[in-house]
C-alpha cells in the first residue's frame, strides 16, 4: 500500500513472530569487520521485499537483530544482508557458515520511495554499512534509469579500506549517466580520491534543488548534517527520506521497544520523510 | 583577449567569488596571475611566508602535513570551485600546511600583499573578499569537526 509519501507498507505475512528458517547459501567477507550473507528461504518457498526493508535475523541460541536486505528484490539468486559485526548477535551471525540456518521475520518496514521519484533527480547520500540499505534503491534506480533526472550518489567512508562495496561503487562511476562521489575521513594507505566529510558533496550541487528527492542512510550524526546540506541548497523536508535505527524486539508495532517519538521505527519506519520526524531529529550543537 | 580579461573572466566564473561587482573583479584581477601545477607539485608548503591565494580552476589537490613519525597524512581534499589559503591573512603570515597537486591543477593565484594593499585603500573590496572568505573557512571548520567526530568508528552505546 503506498502511504501519501510513497513508502511501501510491509506485505503481511501469517505469523510475523515465527522465523522461518533459511539456509546459508554464502558468506561473504566485505571489510575487516563486515559479511555479507547470501540466504535462502530453506522451505523452497518465495520471498518479496521491497528496497529498504528489513529483516529480523535470528542466529539460533544467541538472539535476533534487525537488518537490511541489502539486494534488491529483482536480483537473480538469495536474498543479501550485509551486516557489521558489533556485538553478540552480529558476530553470532559472522561466524556461521554456508548451509548453516538463520530464522527470518520480515521484511519489514517502509522502502524507499524509488517509485514516487519518477522524474525527479535523485541524490543518494550514504554513510559506512548505510550503503547496504541503499544498495536495492541504487540497483533499482539503475534498472530503470531513464525514469529519473540526474543522479548523484555519495558516499563516505571512514578510511579507503572501510569503502564498502568497493568493485561495484567501481562499477556505478563508470555509468556516464551516473554521478558518484567517494570520499574518506582519514587516509592510512595509498588512496588517489577524495578526503573530507561526505555531507560537504552535497554542496557541489549537480541536481534541482525543486525537483530532487533525497535518500539517506548511515551513523545518525551524518544523516544530521546532510539534511542541513541538503536545506542550504534549497530542497525541502519532504523530499528528503531517512533511514533510522533504534533497538528492535517484535519488528511488528507491539512491544514499543523502537519507539521514537509518536513513531515506531519497525512499522512507521525504517525509511521516513523527513518532514514527518523532523521535530524529533533534536539537532544539539557540535 | 588581453590577459587581464582572460583573468576576469576566470575570477567571475568561479564560485566563490562570481557575484562580485566587475570594478570589484577588475580590481582583484590586477593582483592575479593563472598558473598551472603539475601532479605532485607543491603549491604551498608548511612553514614557509603565506603570501597567496588560490581559486581552484580545474583539478584536486591534497593538503597534507608531515607527521613523525606516521609519515604524510593527507587531512582534506581541495577540488574545483573552491578556494585555498587564508593564513596570509593573520599572523604570523605562515603555511600551517602543505598543499600538493594531485592532477593537474590549474588555478588563479593572488599575491596577498597586492590583496591586502588594495583592502587598505578600498576597504569595501576588502569586505567583500573576507565575507566570501569566511564563509570558505566556516565549512572547512564545519567539515573538520565532523572528520574528527569519527561518524563511521565503533558503534555508540544503544539507543532504546
Ligand atoms: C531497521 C534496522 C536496519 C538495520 N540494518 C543493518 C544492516 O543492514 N547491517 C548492519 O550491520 N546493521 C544493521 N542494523 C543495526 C543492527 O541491528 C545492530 O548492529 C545490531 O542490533 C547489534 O546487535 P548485536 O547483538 O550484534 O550487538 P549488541 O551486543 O546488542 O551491541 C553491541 C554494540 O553495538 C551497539 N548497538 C546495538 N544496536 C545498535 C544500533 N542499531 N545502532 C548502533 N549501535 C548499536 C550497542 O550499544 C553496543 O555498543 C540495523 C538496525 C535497524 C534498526
Ligand atoms: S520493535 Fe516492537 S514496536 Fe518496534
Known amino acids: 500500500m503506498m502511504t501519501p509519501h510513497g513508502t511501501m507498507a510491509a506485505p503481511a505475512q501469517l505469523d510475523p513472530m515465527t522465523p522461518r528458517p533459511f539456509r546459508i547459501r554464502q558468506r561473504r567477507k566485505e571489510l575487516a569487520d563486515t559479511f555479507t550473507l547470501a540466504l535462502a528461504p530453506d522451505d523452497g518457498g518465495g520471498f518479496a521485499f521491497q528496497p529498504g526493508q528489513f529483516n529480523m535475523l535470528y542466529a539460533f541460541g544467541v538472539g535476533e537483530i534487525p537488518v537490511s536486505i541489502s539486494s534488491a528484490p529483482d536480483e537473480p539468486g538469495e536474498i543479501l544482508h550485509t551486516i557489521r559485526a558489533v556485538g553478540k548477535v552480529s558476530a553470532a551471525l559472522g561466524a556461521l557458515k554456508p548451509g548453516d540456518m538463520v530464522g527470518v521475520r520480515g521484511p519489514f518496514g517502509t522502502s524507499w520511495p524509488v517509485e514516487a521519484a519518477y522524474g525527479s533527480d535523485l541524490v543518494i547520500l550514504a554513510g559506512g554499512i548505510g550503503l547496504a540499505p541503499l544498495r536495492p534503491a541504487i540497483r533499482q534506480v539503475i534498472a530503470q534509469r531513464e525514469k529519473f533526472g540526474n543522479v548523484v550518489i555519495l558516499y563516505g567512508a571512514r578510511t579507503p579500506e572501510d569503502i564498502l562495496f568497493r568493485k561495484e561503487l567501481q562499477s556505478w562511476r563508470g555509468h556516464f549517466d551516473l554521478n558518484v562521489e567517494v570520499t574518506v575521513d582519514r587516509v592510512t594507505g595509498a588512496w588517489g580520491g577524495r578526503v573530507g566529510v561526505v555531507t560537504g558533496l552535497i554542496r557541489q550541487g549537480g541536481f534541482d534543488r525543486l525537483h530532487s528527492i533525497a535518500l539517506l542512510c548511515g551513523p545518525e550524526v551524518m544523516m544530521r548534517y546532510g539534511v542541513r546540506a541538503l536545506h542550504d541548497c534549497g530542497v525541502a523536508s519532504e523530499r528528503i527520506y531517512v533511514s533510522m535505527e533504534r533497538n528492535m524486539k517484535c519488528a511488528v508495532g507491539f512491544c514499543g521497544h523502537c519507539q521514537f517519538g509518536a513513531s515506531f521505527v519497525c512499522k512507521d519506519g525504517p525509511v521516513f520523510p523527513f518532514d514527518r520526524i523532523e521535530k524529533l531529529f533534536a539537532i544539539p550543537e557540535l | ?160
Request: aromatic residues 8%.
Open chain 2, 1 to 160: 583577449m588581453t590577459e587581464q580579461d582572460d583573468l576576469r573572466a576566470q575570477i567571475k566564473e568561479h564560485p566563490l567569488l562570481h557575484d562580485l561587482s566587475d570594478a570589484h573583479i577588475a580590481e582583484l584581477a590586477t593582483c592575479a596571475v593563472a598558473e598551472r601545477f603539475q601532479p605532485g607539485e607543491f603549491l604551498i608548503r608548511d612553514r614557509t611566508p603565506a603570501d597567496k591565494f588560490f581559486l581552484i580552476r580545474h583539478g584536486t589537490l591534497s593538503i597534507e602535513l608531515e607527521t613523525p613519525p606516521k609519515g604524510r597524512l593527507v587531512l582534506q581534499t581541495v577540488h574545483e570551485g573552491d578556494g585555498l589559503g587564508w593564513s596570509w591573512l593573520v599572523p604570523p603570515h605562515r603555511w600551517a600546511f602543505d598543499a600538493r597537486a594531485m592532477t593537474l591543477v590549474r588555478t588563479v593565484t593572488f599575491d596577498a600583499n597586492a590583496l591586502l594593499a588594495r583592502f587598505e585603500a578600498n576597504h569595501e573590496l576588502g569586505y567583500q573578499l573576507l565575507r566570501r572568505l569566511l564563509g570558505m573557512m566556516a565549512h572547512r571548520l564545519t567539515a573538520a569537526r565532523l572528520q574528527m567526530l569519527d561518524l563511521y568508528g565503533p558503534p555508540p552505546a544503544a539507543k532504546v
